[in-house]
């Protein structure tokens, strides 16, 4: 429910695309780590107004911190607030890749 609440707002700000997202990151991240503290979160998500209380915030936090090392990572970040690949994206995927391989290889290069 936390997370959900956290995707409509980021939605709501208009941070759909990836660009937005990584925008949205480099803003969070005052210290210019690479990555965001709980510290960090904690201010974006009141300085946002994402709705989140501030007991729920760390609940919140654990739930990116997919690798349990205290912060958060671009690529958690990402993979937490776009959620699993639905099936109709894995399928636009399979074509985008197919198209670029198209010897069926199964890997591309540059």
């Excluded at 941070?15 to 949205?24: E, N, T, Y």
């Excluded at 501030?54 to 958690?76: G, H, I, Y």
């Amino acid at each position: 429910m936390l997370l959900n609440l956290f995707r409509d707002k980021l939605r709501a700000r208009g941070s759909r695309g990836i660009i937005g997202l990584m925008r949205l990151f480099d803003i969070m991240d005052d210290d210019g780590s690479k990555t965001l503290s709980l510290q960090e979160f904690t201010k974006t998500c009141r300085d946002f107004k994402m709705g989140v209380s501030e007991e729920n915030v760390p609940v919140l936090f654990n739930k990116f911190d997919t690798n349990r090392d205290q912060t958060l990572s671009v690529e958690e970040f990402l993979k937490t607030v776009r959620g699993e690949l639905t099936f109709g994206r894995v399928a636009v995927l399979s074509r985008a890749f197919d198209s670029l391989d198209p010897e069926n290889l199964g890997r591309i290069s540059i």
